[in-house]
């Protein structure tokens, strides 16, 4: 039996892979091809190759194929499914130029190790019996035989720290909850994953619900729970799907509900969508928003574990963390615990985005390199240019030079240097990327999503953006490296959740790592990257210029002009420096230049 499994998850959907799907389901009916050689098409979660898709793979060929079009399915099921004939032009080529036939041998894949993805493009998600057919629940039926101190005993000795970015330990917030003999408790999924560039959760709760179902059914067994919610992005509309799917499924099936396994245990799930607010991602506003209220976070002087839902004993887990239970019960956490690092164990899901040659997700163990992520599994920087920084851990994160590139990505290291893990999201920069106007984003960013129930965050935030838009379109003051650095201060001091104590991380870090770029726009009226409009302007270089017109056709303002292999010149009075031209040169013919704002 054949199985042909297309990527359906979000990045390969919206490239076309349902459609490629249907074309390849239409294509061996069409040819009769059951006749021959038994076919079935499955619809998975990410591959994980996001920029390459949409993915195919072919088993038990071990054959697969990228950047597929659905019109590309008649060939793919004559040649391949019928013939035996491997396809080139849809094979990964390396670096050596090498074209690699199976996952295995890619080495985006090849230097994985994947447990909270194990299953992930693995499995159709929307099939229970697949999730029972990789040993989906064992884990739970073990648990459910387990006491509650064995289940406990085993995640503190796995040392599974949360994955959602505070890093605490799982072991410890379960035998909290389970100490206080209180009914009813809680236990909640915080799939509210809000970071720009971030997409691990929804990932894994659309390509693999059921892992997750499990994880929180362990954990609800741990500490006497028979409720639970799944908090999930208002904006998933797949990851909901797939997970009310998944309910659905388990509890007809016997696994979950009212008679768990069978027996007279009960445990019940429901879902409740975001509230549409960054900070609804913090574990007291969450929970405040599942209770109908306005998603603001409270003092922690209490907390959840103890006094969380309706004031009851709450486990709030990210859903990377829930991923792993499963994993570390069916396996034993003394397996788990030899992964990773002294003080981080297991894995880390990282989503690489920016300008990587291999966006997507990938699953590495714990004190992995930076460089490891970007250059080796990665592939590098688009282009070959030159890296110039990587931003981890989400908004609130720092902005890491390259002179840190070797440092290992763990809970504890990165925070040595200003910057977080956090929850896995990595933005990677070469050096066109402004570090000043970075900065300005997320602050831009947080600023909008504060929930302005503090003044430290509410008031530190909207003057540190006055300040950095000063500086991006030319009104910068020497001063100003200095009040950022105050603010920053007083706001991760004195504000009152981590939204607020973290948020002045791009800022502090970009300061003491780049400052030589924030001295170029308030001292030189430049920006060195050529990305901050008022003090850029562009020139061609007329030594590099071969006249190929690629700079011209590009220019929508039609600023450009000149003849076919003769030098291009542009109008600065006609130029919108929108950097069009640059990005199409080959020659790195166009120059940027400061201007006085």
Request: contains cysteine; glycine residues 12%; aromatic residues 6%.
């Amino acid at each position: 039996m054949k199985t042909v499994k297309v990527c359906c998850g979000t990045g390969c959907l919206a490239n076309g892979s349902m459609a490629v799907a249907e074309a390849l389901e239409q294509a061996i009916e069409k040819t009769g091809a059951e006749a021959q050689v038994q076919c079935a098409v499955k619809r998975t979660g990410c591959f994980g190759l996001c920029e390459s898709g949409p993915l195919v793979t072919i088993l038990p060929d071990n054959i697969a194929y990228y950047r597929v079009r659905p019109s590309d399915a008649e060939e793919i099921v004559q040649k391949t499914l019928l013939a035996g004939e491997i396809i080139d032009r849809f094979l990964f080529k390396n670096e050596k130029g090498e074209k690699v036939l199976s996952q295995e041998d890619n080495p985006f894949y090849a230097l994985q190790e994947k447990i909270a993805l194990r299953n992930v493009g693995r499995i159709d998600p929307e099939s229970l019996a697949d999730y029972l057919a990789v040993g989906g629940y064992e884990a739970l039926k073990k648990a459910i035989t387990m006491t509650p101190e064995e289940i406990i005993k085993e995640l503190e000795v796995s040392g599974l720290r949360g994955r959602g970015g505070a890093g605490f330990p799982t072991g410890t917030k379960w035998r909290t909850a389970a100490s206080y003999d209180v009914f009813p408790k809680y236990v909640v999924c915080n799939g509210d994953e809000g970071d720009p560039g971030a997409f691990m959760d929804g990932s894994l709760m659309e390509g693999d619900p059921h892992s997750v179902l499990e994880g929180l059914a362990i954990c609800a067994l741990a500490i006497g729970a028979e409720e639970g919610y799944l908090y999930i992005r208002d904006e998933y509309i797949h990851a909901r799907k797939s997970i009310s799917e998944a309910i659905r499924a388990a509890e007809e099936a016997g696994i979950l509900g009212e008679h768990v396994l069978g027996t007279d245990r009960k445990i019940c799930f429901s879902i409740v969508r975001g509230g549409g607010a960054f900070v609804c991602g913090e574990s007291t506003a969450l929970m405040a928003s599942i209770e109908g209220r306005v998603g603001e976070p409270r003092a922690k002087y209490i907390r959840s574990v103890q006094k969380g839902l309706w004031e009851q004993p709450t486990v709030l887990n990210n859903v990377e963390t829930l991923a792993n239970v499963p994993y570390i019960i069916a396996h034993g956490g003394a397996h788990y615990v030899s992964i990773g690092t002294e003080g981080s164990k297991g894995t880390k899901v990282f989503a690489m985005v920016g300008k990587v040659k291999r966006t997507g997700l990938v699953e590495v163990p714990m004190g992995a390199t930076l460089r490891h992520l970007i250059f080796d599994i990665g592939g590098g920087i688009i282009g070959d240019r030159p890296f110039k920084a990587v931003q981890t851990g989400g908004p609130s994160g720092g902005c890491i030079p390259e002179s840190m590139l070797d440092l290992p990505v763990d809970f504890d290291t990165l925070k040595q240097y200003g910057a977080m893990m956090g929850s896995g999201g990595m933005i990677v920069m070469d050096d066109r990327s402004c570090m000043v106007e970075v900065a300005r984003y997320y602050v831009q960013f947080l600023c909008g999503e504060s929930c302005g129930k503090c003044t430290p965050c509410r008031e530190g935030l909207k003057q540190m953006l006055a300040i950095l838009t000063d500086i991006c379109e030319g009104r910068g003051r020497p001063e100003d490296p200095q009040i950022l650095e105050a603010l920053g201060q007083t706001m991760m001091e004195s504000s009152l959740c981590a939204l607020g104590k973290s948020a002045p991380n791009p800022v502090l870090t970009t300061l003491k790592y780049f400052r030589e770029e924030y001295d170029a726009h308030i001292l030189e009226h430049r920006c060195p990257a050529g990305v901050c409009k008022k003090l850029t302007a562009f020139r061609i270089d007329p030594d590099k210029c071969r006249g190929c017109t690629a700079c011209a056709k590009s220019c929508p303002a039609g600023a450009i002009s000149g003849t076919v292999k003769h030098p291009h010149s542009i109008d600065p009075d006609k130029c919108i420096v929108c950097g069009s031209c640059r990005e199409a040169c080959r020659f790195d013919a166009v120059m940027t230049e400061g201007r006085k704002a």
